[in-house]
């Protein structure tokens, strides 16, 4: 801290962490360290696949990759910085650090916000108006619906993070917590906090308000279109392809739901800190592994790359990727192609005609 006129200055901030025992911090580096990983590899999977695959150019994919993105970026706000803390005493972060996790975090929270409403609308849209579905979720509106995303992220995050250090911080620098979160910033300031505090409900409200209300709206639509249906067949596959988004709905807003709706959030540091972990942290692991394990779209698409890439192995020498596995399709067929005759080329395609 440095000496100001008639106070000192924090100039950096003090992040105690998840724990205080010294005896499970490399326990805890190396489960977290595993998460990541999975994080990494799950969300750079499922995008590469998503782009490589073509049954997979679709809307409803072009929104999750921007998910898995957003995943990305949000497990890298807050991972790297923990893993560090685990195996060092130093626990400080710079003023500046401390301003620019804030910025990332709030940036892409309203982010994730934003893009599942567009998801749910984009269910309404697939199960509601299916004739009208790819006339209306265009190429062009998912793009445009991918730049709202991160423009509106840039501005509330903007606002929320100056909000919250334009207050004067002059005494305690110490933060309950192991990332810069609003309101344990906001407790240090040495000011007067209300207005600060009625800004973030307002600005918090002008994100959780518009797009939960699409998402009940558009799920309410959906349940009777569903109901409406007389074939049981027909809703029961309505309803799995909206089954992977209500897990992932789930999963992002009850935890967030519980850390920040309560009438004392001050006296459950601890449980606040575990239900931060689990949708800062763990969601992003499990979003792929979700979409994966619910989706028949998405394991036919890994299916058919393993497929491809052990038939790759088998033939050639090479090591193989599996969410490689569309381009090397192409490559196999071309070289199937140019070591027929022409009269078996000719026979084969009047065979496919035939079928």
């Known amino acids: 801290m440095t000496l100001g006129q008639n106070h000192t200055t924090v100039t950096r901030f003090i992040l105690l962490g998840l724990t205080d025992q010294a005896a499970g911090r490399h326990l ?27 049954t997979l150019h ?3 994919y072009f929104l999750l990759s921007v998910l898995s993105f957003l995943d990305i970026c949000n497990s890298s706000v807050f991972t790297p910085r923990l893993l560090i803390s685990f195996l060092t005493t130093d626990q400080s972060i710079s003023f500046a650090g401390c301003v620019v996790q804030m910025a990332f975090m709030i940036l892409h929270g309203t982010g994730e916000c934003l893009l599942l409403a567009f998801m749910a609308y984009d269910r309404f849209v697939a199960i509601c108006h ?9 190429k062009r509106l998912c793009i445009q619906l991918a730049v709202v995303t991160y423009a509106a992220g840039v501005f509330v995050s903007a606002l929320q993070t100056g909000n ?13 917590h192991f990332f810069c979160d609003i309101p344990p910033v906001l407790q240090l300031a040495c000011s007067d906090t209300t207005v600060a505090n009625i800004i973030l409900l307002f600005l918090s409200a002008l994100v ?19 109901c409406r249906m007389k ?17 992932a709905l789930s999963l992002f807003y009850g935890s967030v739901f519980f850390v920040y709706v309560q009438p004392n959030p001050e006296s459950a540091s601890a449980y ?13 692991m499990l979003n792929p592994l979700v979409y994966s394990l619910r989706n028949k779209d998405v394991k036919a698409a890994w299916h058919y790359s393993i497929l491809i890439c052990s038939a790759m192995l088998s033939r050639q020498s090479y090591p193989c990727s599996p969410v490689a596995g569309q381009n090397q399709a192409k490559l196999l067929d071309r ?21």
């Open 272 to 284: 606040n800190k575990t239900l931060s972990v689990f949708y800062t942290i763990v969601i992003p």
């Open 130 to 138: 299916p004739l009208l579905y790819h006339t209306i979720m265009s």
């Open 58 to 60: 679709t809307p409803m």
């Open 164 to 176: 919250a250090f334009i207050l004067p911080y002059c005494g305690p620098n110490i933060i309950d």
């Open 335 to 355: 070289g199937e192609q140019s070591g027929d005759s022409k009269p078996k080329m000719s026979q084969g395609s009047n065979t496919r005609k035939g079928g």
């Open 28 to 54: 805890l580096f190396g489960i977290f360290l595993l998460i990541y990983a999975v994080t990494l590899v799950g969300n750079l999977g499922m995008m590469d696949l998503i782009r490589t695959s073509s």
């Open 231 to 247: 074939s049981l067949e027909a809703q029961r596959k309505a309803f799995s392809t909206c089954a992977s988004h209500l897990i």
């Open 208 to 226: 959780t308000v518009p797009t939960v209300s699409a998402i009940l709206v558009s799920y309410t639509y959906i349940l009777v279109t569903i």
